[in-house]
T-cell receptor, first 117, second 112 residues
Framework: AQKVTQAQTEISVVEKEDVTLDCVYETRDTTYYLFWYKQPPSGELVFLIRRNSFDEQNEISGRYSWNFQKSTSSFNFTITASQVVDSAVYFCALSSYSGAGSYQLTFGKGTKLSVIP | EPEVTQTPSHQVTQMGQEVILRCVPISNHLYFYWYRQILGQKVEFLVSFYNNEISEKSEIFDDQFSVERPDGSNFTLKIRSTKLEDSAMYFC??????????FGNGTRLTVT
């Protein structure tokens, strides 16, 4: 069975601080995908990133960066110089690498990030 | 950018009533999904749909639930006889081949 653990339930930071959201996963699959989604107060789910298990290269997109470490089964997400608009619940998720298959995502419980002005 | 559209944004229904949640996936997408999120909890997979049939479903997706793609553009989730515990945000999602899932904005279902 697959499992995603986001141990941080809530985090508060002051604007412009850096913040790292932790994600640890469990899977028996040798190939899989990892994701981060953002859920702002308005409720929609916004796709941020997908990584496949073949590729452990870290990724940076503007103020966002992701650190994938297969050895520790972690896929952490860092926001640099946080802004009030970053306030949201962030979900880490995992799916099997199913190609044309069902693509069932297993989500973590989410981390609520509050950025204080 | 194309979007997954869900209607209504909020639906209130009485326990025991049937409810249909509607979704218009992105037009060239092939795989369709419903997920739900009980307030304050994580997002859970309900069902996936491909080639006009269910490809996978979770334990949550019991006989009270059904999905349909009636006309090649809409994708619906029907709950036959709603229970209080069906109150949740329901998300529709779609994808093309190996692309990431694109989620709609969700329908908040409140069962009273």
């Amino acid at each position: 069975a697959q499992k995603v653990t986001q141990a941080q339930t809530e985090i508060s930071v002051v604007e412009k601080e850096d913040v790292t959201l932790d994600c640890v996963y469990e899977t028996r699959d040798t190939t899989y995908y990892l994701f981060w989604y953002k859920q702002p107060p308005s409720g929609e789910l916004v796709f941020l990133i997908r990584r496949n298990s073949f590729d452990e290269q870290n990724e940076i997109s503007g103020r966002y960066s992701w650190n994938f470490q297969k050895s520790t089964s972690s896929f952490n997400f860092t926001i640099t110089a946080s802004q009030v608009v970053d306030s949201a619940v962030y979900f880490c998720a995992l799916s099997s690498y199913s190609g044309a298959g069902s693509y069932q995502l297993t989500f973590g419980k989410g981390t609520k990030l509050s950025v204080i002005p | 950018e194309p979007e997954v559209t869900q209607t209504p944004s909020h639906q209130v229904t009485q326990m025991g009533q049937e409810v249909i949640l509607r979704c218009v996936p992105i037009s060239n997408h092939l795989y369709f999904y419903w997920y739900r999120q009980i307030l304050g909890q994580k997002v859970e997979f309900l069902v996936s749909f491909y080639n006009n049939e269910i490809s996978e479903k979770s334990e949550i997706f019991d006989d009270q639930f059904s999905v349909e793609r009636p006309d090649g553009s809409n994708f619906t989730l029907k709950i036959r006889s709603t229970k209080l515990e069906d109150s949740a945000m329901y998300f529709c999602a779609s994808r093309l081949y190996n692309s990431p899932l694109h989620f709609g904005n969700g329908t908040r279902l409140t069962v009273t």
